[in-house]
């Protein structure tokens, strides 16, 4: 059987245009330091412990690390609840082994990101303590203050991403402010010039220290009407209700406002000021999230940016096809198919009774031959899948709150395994905060290490091909094509056309070359003993084994 391919329409394959940075082309691992490593021995991983463990991130052949909040926090949302911008956590360490990890990173050739968290703080930072203190002290206007309704109720419907209304009251204003996540995380101002200034202070303060940039948190909230309308319901047509209420609504005043580009525009301004300084944004995933990447990846606001859109969709040739073409240039959209929001990829994708080492080669290639940045999540080189907890285990709020049917995302923040015959897989000597599955101790970094054809060395294999090959990292892309359980995209760079077609599914299926001639196949990172996608004899069809990848030279256009 032969398709018939519907052809998306193709993005520009020219190459990188005039916003393009270092982060095109660049694989970002993320670190999650609470689960990377502990040294102290308290079961908290630590800077010490990232620290230690830089050897083996650049063992991967990525370009840099992204980290997650170290800064002092109450950990009630797990440090993206910030209670002060410009210092380390106690627990975490302090400004000095910060310094010393930065050198590192920068010793072995990665640039180090950092999270600014600027949509909201903890409530137990001292802007918040004083702001909420009266409606006329020198931070008053620093967060989201309204009066209520005349009935007492809240100023309008809005409500928290992480379950019930989005405002909470302050009996000393007789007012309400506004939370998009948990209560204990007010929503910052950002239309006040003054929060801005020390949010950008901030920026400035984490670049003299040596950073090469930031990821920005949940760009999306920064803005919202300023008459503060309620939010029109969505057309729901389900017999029950949705599981989580905040998909009733449809975010068009609480959230993705305009003002968010001239927000972008002021952190921009700022890191102009530090050569070679980037900024990676995480946008929502609120329909038009493709849009939204075009509008804020500009030279006045973002480098990049990812979403979580794709990963909470199904794994599909479709998904990925529309993901790759809805932003207008290929090194505005950064990849984070698993991070510390999501389930791990290993296990929210795998088709079902098929085989994690060949599913986990296929996601190692995809990623490698995929435009723009790419975030790697600690953890996912190794092919960890998904840790089942049981409730009395569980500390994210959002999945006590929604327990059983989400259980939150405890799941994907175990800690990383070491070395397999240690306790607690050689992450720390004390109780650690989550646990570590029995069988993420099995793939530990030390057994891989020993092992041929692990998931470990097909990663390396499949980082090596991108940092290898130039029209991997910064070329084009075109002809994104997708017909059933079949992915196709060309990487395109001068006269240099690669052809890279994935099988998404456990089950054959055949690629006609239609007229492109035979291209020339150059070798892929597969598990062990993985079938090769072959060219039939009338070398018209190429047939593709289940979750395998083909990638071939083509002849240049004429
Ligand atoms: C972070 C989440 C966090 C949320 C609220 C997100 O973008 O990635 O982990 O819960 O922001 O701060």
Request: charged share 20%.
């Amino acid at each position: 059987m032969t398709q018939s391919f519907f052809r998306m329409p193709s993005p520009t394959d020219s190459h990188a245009g005039p916003n393009a940075s270092w982060l095109n082309g660049a694989t970002i691992y993320q670190i999650y330091p609470l689960s990377f490593r502990d040294r102290g021995g308290d079961g908290w991983g630590d800077l010490d412990g990232v620290l230690e463990g830089l050897d083996h991130v650049a063992s991967l052949g990525v370009d840099g690390v992204w980290i997650s909040p170290f800064y002092p926090s109450p950990w009630k949302d797990f440090g993206y609840d910030v209670a002060d911008h410009r210092a380390v956590d106690p627990r975490m360490g302090n400004l000095a082994v910060f310094d010393r990890l930065v050198e590192r990173a920068h010793a072995l050739g990665l640039k180090v990101l950092v999270d600014l968290v600027c949509g909201h703080s903890s409530d137990a930072h001292p802007w918040f303590r004083e702001s909420r203190r009266s409606r006329d002290n020198e931070r008053a206007d620093w967060y989201v203050w309204a009066d209520p309704k005349p009935d007492g109720t809240a100023p309008n419907n809005w409500l928290s991403v992480f379950g019930g209304a989005a405002w909470n009251w302050e009996p000393r204003r007789r007012q309400y402010y506004l939370h998009h996540f948990l209560a204990s995380q007010p929503a910052l101002n950002l239309h006040a010039p003054a929060v801005m200034d020390a949010l950008c202070e901030t920026a400035a303060f984490w670049m003299e220290r040596g950073v090469d940039g930031f990821r920005i948190d949940a760009v999306d909230f920064f803005a919202h009407d300023p008459q503060l309308r309620s939010n029109p319901a969505v057309v729901w047509r389900e017999a029950e209700p949705p599981l989580k209420p905040f998909a009733l609504q449809q975010h068009v005043y609480d959230m993705m406002h305009p003002a968010v580009g001239s927000i972008l525009a002021r952190l921009r301004e700022t890191v102009e000021r530090y050569p070679g300084r980037v900024l990676l944004g995480e946008l929502s995933s609120q329909p038009g999230a493709g849009q939204r990447i075009a509008a804020y990846c500009t030279p006045q606001g973002l480098h990049a940016a990812y979403t979580l859109s794709l990963a909470k969709q199904p794994f599909s040739a479709k998904g990925f096809a529309q993901a790759l073409t809805a932003a207008p240039r290929p090194e505005s959209i950064c990849w984070s198919l698993s991070n510390h929001d999501v389930e791990r990829a290993a296990s929210r994708w795998l088709p079902e009774g098929a085989d994690p080492a060949a599913f986990n080669a296929l996601l190692a290639v995809l990623v490698a031959t995929l435009p723009g940045t790419v975030c790697l999540y600690q953890g996912e080189e190794l092919g960890l899948p998904n840790a089942a907890l049981e409730q009395h285990q569980l500390r994210d709020p959002f999945g006590i709150t929604y327990w059983p049917e989400f259980p939150g995302r405890d799941g994907s923040r175990t800690p990383m395994p070491w070395r397999a015959d240690e306790p607690n897989a050689g992450f720390s000597a004390g109780e650690p905060w989550l646990p570590v599955p029995a069988e993420h101790a099995a793939l530990a970094v030390d057994r891989q290490e020993r092992t041929v054809g692990s998931p470990l060395s097909v990663w390396r294999a499949a980082l090596a091909l991108r940092h290898g090959s130039e029209v991997l990292r910064t070329g084009g892309v075109a002809a994104v094509e997708e017909h059933g359980d079949l992915l196709s995209f060309e990487r395109t760079l001068g006269d240099e056309r690669l052809l890279a077609i994935f099988n998404l599914a456990d089950r054959p299926a055949e690629y006609a070359l239609r007229g492109r001639g035979e291209p020339l196949p150059l070798a892929v990172p597969r598990a062990p003993g993985a079938a090769v996608p072959e060219v039939t004899a009338d070398g018209r069809t190429l047939v593709m084994p289940p979750l395998s990848v083909f990638l071939g030279s083509l002849r240049p256009n004429p």
